[in-house]
């Protein structure tokens, strides 16, 4: 079985939306509320402790049934049981996508290639909270016998960006251990960490589902090298661990085989935090967290596998973003969380949305004739207020936003979560409601502000307000809740993925840079450059001058 290849743009239901746009286009959100008060509790999902309330959309129950038809026209609900039936959809690497199996129930089956996979989902589950016990309690010790401080996660891309986003998002759950995390090729990155470590207390993970991954390798080179300085041959046995698909490569590393993580190759690497990946997780919150994260993300799961489009969290916020990036012509989409915890959040998505739905070939090969991946970004508020709402509120551009908040905060600070939270419902309502010329009149009049001059300010004073937002309402940032959020915009990644008729689970543009670079370091280190474009051999002579 194969993702059907369907041009959205064929379907019937687009060709409506398109009419629909065009009908509905300047409509004001304000106007859209003053006739319909309803639509608030319409245009909301409560599911488990998240609260989504989509209202504040550019949209109207046409619009919903329309892009729900369209999700049934491209053979959304087949795509899902396939997704998770372990069925080959990453066609163009012939391998199944199955980051969800390694959060599926012990006695689930899910099978590939004939064989279930979810005792060796377990098999690992286990190493993975008897390896972190032993490191956290101090069974485990480093080779003068101490026990262990630091940890120090190597890798980059999905090795990296998801275990040091949910260490940072899970802090207030984290146990003595500290976590640091070297990613960079450049040298400055690996030196600063190596600056705070103790090699008789640091314990290190080289994570990479290939281990063939040149920052990776580098780093992982340059930490053994520098560990070696004060420890002998033998001691890598006890400091360093590996994850990975490649455990030949592991093996020629040096590392003790009881260290050894595998992964397998049905798990992307940006949806992979879920497995061994996520030792550093598991250290640092401990193995209790981090089966919590991996059940609130299994009840995400279950919920977009079986609620109706309408109601499916993933699924609506997949096609209001299609509404917008397709029709509207909207480019990018911001993820603002109100909370410091998930300050590494956006940029973890960055990888997990562009990576995956940034393509232009369809399914058939074909080019697509029509946008596909959006722009991703953002950072937490109040934070995000002082830096770029400016845009969002009076620029020209039209960016959908995501705000994610929670009910309670978790030191229970009361007075900095109320203004905190004070912030929060503003801004989605201001964004939404604008300040009309009468507004801003009576504002500045109040303040005895002269005629002239209360014209004059009244084009700069103006909001035009109606730009959308989704906010989503969580009760508390617990291991399980971020799990379920996680899975959530996973989700939403593939229902995109299979709407666009593109192929989300490979990476073949960033496999091209692999390529090119090491061409390019052979002109580094050679005499010789070899033939480049009249540019890139100028700054390379310059460079080696
Ligand atoms: O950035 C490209 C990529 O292939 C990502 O998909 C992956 O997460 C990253 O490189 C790291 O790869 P590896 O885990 O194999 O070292």
Redesign the pocket.
């Known amino acids: 079985m194969s993702l059907a290849k369907i041009d959205p743009t064929t379907t019937k239901a687009w060709q409506e939306l398109t009419e629909h746009y065009g009908n509905t286009k300047n409509v004001h959100l304000k106007d859209l509320f003053e006739k319909d008060p309803g639509r608030a509790k319409r245009f909301s999902i409560r599911w488990n402790d998240f609260f989504l309330d989509y209202s504040k959309n550019r949209l109207e129950d046409t619009t919903l049934d329309l892009l729900v038809s369209l999700a049934g026209e491209v053979k959304l609900r087949d795509a899902v049981n396939q997704y998770f039936s372990g069925s080959i959809i990453n066609e163009t690497e012939g391998r199944a996508v199955l980051h969800t199996a390694l959060r599926a129930g012990r006695n689930e089956e899910v099978h590939v290639d004939g064989e279930n996979v979810i005792p060796e989902v377990y098999e690992v589950r286990d190493h993975i909270r008897q390896f972190s016990e032993a490191v956290i309690s101090g069974k485990m010790k480093g080779y003068t016998g101490k026990t262990f401080t630091d940890v120090v996660n190597i890798?980059?891309?999905?090795?990296?960006?998801g275990p040091a986003m949910v260490c940072e998002a899970l802090k207030y759950y984290k146990n003595h251990l500290r976590t640091h995390f070297v990613s960079n090729i450049d040298g400055d990155h690996v030196q600063e960490v190596l600056k705070e470590v103790n090699p008789e207390t640091t314990l290190f993970i080289v994570?990479?589902?290939?281990?063939?991954?040149q920052?990776?390798l580098t780093n992982a080179l340059t930490i053994k090298e520098w560990f070696l300085k004060t420890a002998s041959q033998k001691d890598i046995a006890k400091h360093f661990a590996a994850v990975?698909t490649n455990t030949e490569k592991i093996r020629e590393f040096g590392i003790a085989p009881e260290n050894v993580f595998p992964m397998w190759d049905w798990v992307?690497?940006?949806f992979?935090l879920w497995s061994a990946?996520g030792l550093s997780i598991a250290l640092a919150v401990g193995p209790d967290h981090f089966e919590g994260l991996l059940e609130g993300a299994r009840e995400m799961d279950n919920h977009f596998r079986t609620a109706p489009f309408s109601e499916n969290i993933p699924v609506i916020l997949a096609l209001l973003s299609i509404w917008y990036n397709n029709f509207y012509g909207a480019e990018t989409e911001a993820i603002i969380p109100y909370t410091q915890y998930l300050s590494r959040f956006s940029a973890y998505f960055q990888?997990g949305i562009m990576?995956s739905n940034g393509k232009s070939t369809a399914r058939d090969g074909s080019r697509v004739a029509y946008q596909t991946g959006t722009i991703i970004w953002g950072e937490p508020g109040t934070n995000a207020q002082h830096a770029f709402f400016q845009l969002i509120h009076q620029g020209t551009k039209l960016i959908p936003a995501d705000f994610i908040g929670y009910k309670k905060s978790l030191y229970g600070n009361v007075d900095h979560h109320q203004k905190l939270m004070a912030n929060f419902f503003a801004q989605t309502e201001a964004l939404m409601n604008g300040k009309t010329a009468d507004e801003v009149r009576a504002e500045l009049e109040l303040k005895g502000v002269s005629a002239d001059e209360v014209e004059k300010l009244i084009p700069f004073k103006l909001f035009e307000g109606n730009k959308p937002t989704n906010t989503l309402l969580i009760d508390r940032l617990t291991p399980a809740s971020l799990g379920a959020l996680i899975a959530m915009y996973e989700h939403k990644i593939f229902v995109q993925g299979v709407i666009w008729n593109i192929f989300s689970y490979d990476?073949w543009g960033?496999?091209l840079?692999?390529q090119l670079a090491s061409q390019t370091l052979k002109d580094i280190t050679s005499s010789e450059i070899s033939k480049h474009d009249p540019s890139t051999s100028q700054l390379l002579q310059n460079f080696k001058k």
């Open positions: 890798g980059i891309g999905g090795s990296d960006l994570v990479s589902k290939t281990f063939t991954t920052e990776t990975s992307g690497g940006r992979s990946v990888q990576e990476q960033v496999e840079g692999k």
